[in-house]
């Protein structure tokens, strides 16, 4: 599972974590939601705007859904304790397709073969619009095409 913490000036901080142990798509979404809480309490975040693709989550802890399974009770509870740590917080429903990268984090987590703890420090993704390598020549030195030598040879 997985949760990316965004600071107003843009900076993504992932945070994730391997379940192991038995559990529903429910408790695993109250898992993520809670670690990105706990998460923004250690750096001392006091207002905090939460937008996710958990909808059970986001629902019921804006109101909006009651609480029907007895299994999450105890995860909604601390999820309420938990919130009265803010000053401000917000939760806001946010489509899947839009939380791509919590997603990918999640899928990653669950990949890796992690027996205590592994810490990798934040991710750099950047976007190439060219290859790293490419070939800087503009003229052959015996000015025949760069393909001479394979046309001739395909030829024969």
Sequence with gaps: MGAVLI?????????????????????????????????????????????????????????????????????????????EEFDNISFSYLSRTNNQFADALATLSSMLQVTDGLEIEPLKIEVSRRPVYCIALTDEPDGKPWYHDTKTYIQK
Aim: charged share 20%.
């Design 7 to 83: 600071s107003p000036g843009g900076q993504h901080y992932p945070v994730a974590a391997k379940l192991v142990f038995p559990c529903t798509n429910n408790i695993v979404e109250y898992e993520a939601c809670i670690l990105g809480l706990q998460a923004v309490i250690d750096m001392g975040v006091t207002r905090l705007k939460v937008f996710g693709d958990f909808a059970l989550i986001i629902f019921q802890t804006v109101g909006e859904w009651k609480m029907r399974d007895a299994k999450l009770l105890p995860y909604h509870e601390y999820l309420e304790e938990l919130v």
